[in-house]
C-alpha cells in the first residue's frame, strides 16, 4: 500500500485546511486510516483515525470538534478538515495505515507528510 498526502500549506490563525490522504495498491488489505502530526524534535502525534470501512472513528480529546475525519472508498481517500487552526498546529502531518488501529505511531504503512504551516 502506498499512501500520499497532499493539501498543506499556509493558513492565517482562525482558517482550514483538509488534508487529503489517497492510498494505492492493496487497499484490500486496509482496516483502519489515522493522521499523525510531527514537529522538529517530538514523537509523531495521534490526531484522528476511520476504519476504512464502516462508520467508526476516534479522535484526540483536544481536536476533535475541531478536526474531522472523513473518507470516499470510491476514490480510496481519508481527508483530515481542519477548522479553526492556531499557531500550534504547525507541523508536518501525516496519514498511517494498517490493519489495526493504535495511538501510538506503530502503523504499517506511512505517506512522505504534507507541512502545514499557520502564522499568527
Known amino acids: 500500500v502506498q499512501l500520499a498526502e497532499s493539501g498543506g500549506g499556509l493558513v492565517q490563525a482562525g482558517g482550514s485546511l483538509s488534508l487529503s490522504c489517497a492510498a494505492t495498491?492493496?487497499?484490500?488489505?486496509?482496516?483502519?486510516v489515522a493522521w499523525f502530526r510531527q514537529t522538529p524534535g517530538e514523537e509523531r502525534a495521534f490526531l484522528a483515525a476511520?476504519?476504512?470501512?464502516?462508520?467508526?472513528?476516534n479522535y484526540l480529546e483536544s481536536v476533535q470538534g475541531r478536526f474531522t475525519i472523513s473518507r470516499d472508498n470510491a476514490k480510496n481517500t481519508v481527508y483530515l478538515q481542519m477548522n479553526n487552526l492556531t499557531p500550534e498546529d504547525t507541523a508536518d502531518y501525516y496519514c498511517?495505515?494498517?490493519?489495526?488501529?493504535?495511538?501510538?505511531?506503530?502503523?504499517?504503512?506511512w505517506g512522505q507528510g504534507t507541512q502545514v504551516t499557520v502564522s499568527s
Open positions: 498511517a495505515a494498517g490493519r489495526r488501529f493504535i495511538r501510538s505511531p506503530n502503523w504499517e504503512y
Open positions: 476511520t476504519s476504512w470501512r464502516g462508520t467508526w472513528t
Open positions: 495498491g492493496r487497499t484490500s488489505d486496509l482496516s483502519y
